[in-house]
Antibody, heavy 118, light 107 residues
Framework: QVQLQESGPGLVKPSETLSLTCAVS?????????WGWIRQPPGKGLEWIGS???????YYNPSLKSRVTISVDTSKNQFSLKLSSVTAADTAVYYC???????????WGQGTLVTVSS | AIQLTQSPSSLSASVGDRVTITCRAS??????LAWYQQKPGKAPKLLIY???SLESGVPSRFSGSGSGTDFTLTISSLQPEDFATYYC?????????FGQGTKVEIK
């Protein structure tokens, strides 16, 4: 059974870099699929951040592209998100998910709330 | 970016009711649409992909239809566990985008 688990600081200061990791179990990232990050501000809708293939090929949301880096570590079976120069607008629950052909998302992590505040 | 507009934004319905949610795309997306269900404090759950294909394990009371710009998610007989927020998502082009959500509440 595929399982994803986000981890990282729950509080980040403005202008700093948000860093999250998604550990995958029950499936080898090297076997295929894309792996993505989606966020949801409190009480609001879903926003796709970006996706990565095990080869390292990435797709990013243009609205965040200048600040986002997604990377993959196949040896640890995990992938990561870095979002730089954060502001309060980046406060959200961040989800990692498996993406079928980089189309839709069939397995999701439970989500982790990241608050941007001094 | 392709915009997805869901209607209604919320609805009240009773157990056993037939419920229909609409998702309209700002430009044609063929059948590149998925539907998700999200309950409070939980991650979204995939229900439908390719506009009308039912994800494995999802009850058959859920169905999707449409192509081009207009899509619908139908729950044929609403069950207590179906009260949640539903989102559509397009994967015809980047960036992937979601509708604003439709909250289904108990009448």
């Amino acid at each position: 059974q595929v399982q994803l688990q986000e981890s990282g600081p729950g509080l980040v200061k403005p202008s700093e870099t948000l860093s999250l990791t998604c550990a995958v179990s029950g499936y080898s990232i090297s076997s295929g699929y894309y792996w993505g990050w989606i966020r949801q501000p409190p009480g609001k809708g879903l926003e796709w951040i970006g996706s990565i293939y095990h080869s390292g090929s990435t797709y990013y949301n243009p609205s965040l592209k200048s600040r986002v880096t997604i990377s993959v570590d196949t040896s640890k079976n995990q992938f990561s998100l870095k979002l730089s120069s954060v502001t309060a607008a980046d406060t959200a629950v961040y989800y990692c998910a498996r993406s079928v052909l980089s189309y839709y998302f069939d397995y999701w992590g439970q989500g982790t709330l990241v608050t941007v505040s001094s | 970016a392709i915009q997805l507009t869901q209607s209604p934004s919320s609805l009240s319905a009773s157990v056993g009711d037939r419920v229909t949610i609409t998702c309209r795309a700002s430009q044609g997306i063929s059948s590149a649409l998925a539907w998700y269900q999200q309950k409070p404090g939980k991650a979204p759950k995939l229900l439908i992909y390719d506009a009308s294909s039912l994800e494995s394990g999802v009850p058959s009371r859920f169905s999707g239809s449409g192509s081009g710009t207009d899509f619908t998610l139908t729950i044929s007989s609403l069950q207590p566990e179906d009260f949640a927020t539903y989102y559509c998502q397009q994967f015809n082009s980047y960036p992937r985008t979601f509708g604003q959500g439709t909250k289904v509440e108990i009448k």
